[in-house]
């Protein structure tokens, strides 16, 4: 039997280079409705993209996954903001959110945090997609590939902060809104 490790706080991890067909599917059809509302017509070429600046990793003995939008540096003062018991938002100094811990990491994701691509437990590998679009000016964090039809945004206390559950109730992706203005980008 071959033992699969978690993955471990010495190890950063970043984001895949591409975006599952699935994604872009689900992201292009509420713009659709969205220009079919409004109805003006979006460039789809420029419009969504990965941001490829961000950081993670998996604290398997205090089971915390960490997501950084800014090298960690003890330079930094900053604020912090919890939503629910479940998720913690930072800010530098200049109120832009550098990083996002999630407590009880493997209780809470909807993914698994092993250090393997095979499903467990009927849950998919942890596979980051930080997901920008340009026209909403929006950041979705999707934590793996396998998105199911209904995911809940709920908006927490954080002003522009949701956060995507599944029918289970665990976090299936954040969504950070006026990004450009609210998440560093300096990983």
Do not use: W
């Amino acid at each position: 039997m071959t033992t699969i490790k978690m993955l471990t706080i010495s190890e950063e991890h970043y984001p895949k280079p591409s975006v599952p067909e699935q994604l872009i599917s689900q992201i292009q059809e509420q713009d659709d409705d969205m220009q079919a509302k409004n109805k003006f017509q979006i460039d789809k070429n420029d419009l969504i993209f990965l941001r490829n600046d961000t950081i993670y990793r998996y604290d398997e003995e205090v089971d915390i996954f960490q997501m950084y939008f800014a090298k960690e540096s003890a330079g930094y003062s900053h604020s912090e903001e919890a939503i629910e018991n479940k998720v913690l938002i930072s800010y530098d100094n200049d109120g832009k959110i550098f990083s996002v811990d999630i407590f009880k990491a493997s209780k809470n994701l909807s993914c698994h945090l092993y250090d393997t691509q095979i499903e467990i437990d009927n849950k998919p590998p942890l596979v980051i997609y930080p997901i920008y679009h340009k026209f909403r000016d929006e950041l979705r964090v999707y934590f793996h590939g396998s998105i199911p039809p209904t995911i809940k945004f709920e908006k927490s206390e954080e002003e522009g902060v949701e956060v995507g559950m599944d029918d289970a109730n665990k976090i299936v992706a954040l969504l950070f809104q006026d990004s450009s203005k609210k998440v560093r980008e300096d990983c």
